[in-house]
């Protein structure tokens, strides 16, 4: 490659990215930086490593750089991300509206509904989330994280015939790590057991391939293990995690291994690293929850599970049913 080829950096530094190899990520963004400061994809190489390294300060900095660079989708839809993160979560909404306000294709109409329905998706809005998956849908039909927007909305109102269909047609055409695992617990949530193990099979089976290439994701790895059944395996591959990437998810996701492997008192530290941002996340503010529930700490833990259901009710169609057990039993509402 030649020594000047900053498009060739900003397309490893991608290629990196999407293998999770976020360090040479980071490489090869600031190499790019260093030739072509005033080009707007290479803040986005470094945006997107260094909030997956844990280094919030310098990815609110470069995503800064890119909104000053040029203020397009790809910079307003980090810069949502980032707000989002950070607990802000007005702001992200305000943040994406500005993306699909300079939206000029179908795709980036598709993109930025998307994220608009996940944000309200993941604040329990449940109408807000369904206009913007179908109003995305309009732009381009047939969008499968759109269709996976539509299948989660329809699990949390109690459509469930029809999500188990939209998700069956999703992980048929698309079968990404989060999609099998959703249609899985979703499966589970229902008593098939025997199909949602089918769909944690062929998870596993594709991390083993995701492995072979080169691209390691412990993170998913993890959550499967720790929450189906294999806790030494999920605290192994939390641990390879944080080790490689020490930001709010592996965090997370250390903390969990942690708990179902019984060591509450070192997975609060993590649970903490987890919250440090501010991001309004149930999923977290649930874990955070059980763990405080294991040391015996009921206030903080009722405190902790009513936050999860206050953020999103619908967060989980496992989670969420043992987040109002486990408060029940803790003398808190449900």
Known sequence: MPVDNVPAMIGMGQLANARHD??????????????????????????DALTQLGDADGATAAVQSMLDVHPGVASFTRASYD???HGRVEDARLALERALGVSASPDNVAFCRYYLGELAFNA?????????????LLAVPGNIPLLQGRAKVAAATGKTADALAGYAQITSRMPLPQYLLEYGELLESVGRDSQAR????VLAAQQQLYAAQGSVDDL?????????????????????????HQNVFSADALAWALHVNGRDGDALAYADKAAALGWRNATFAYHRGMILASLGRAADARAALSQALVINPHFSPLAAPRARQTLAELGGPR
Do not use: C, I, M
């Open 124 to 136: 329990g809005q449940l109408d807000e989330a369904s206009s913007q998956y179908e109003q995305g």
């Open 198 to 201: 089918g769909q944690y099979d």
């Open 83 to 85: 707000l989002e993160l």
């Open 220 to 244: 998913a790895a993890s959550q499967v293990a720790a929450d189906h059944g294999n806790p030494a395996e999920a605290l192994r591959r939390a641990q390879q995690e944080w080790t490689r």
């Open 22 to 47: 976020f360090a040479a990520g980071q490489r090869w963004g600031e190499q790019a930086k260093a030739l072509s400061p005033w080009t707007a994809e290479v803040y986005g190489v470094l945006a």
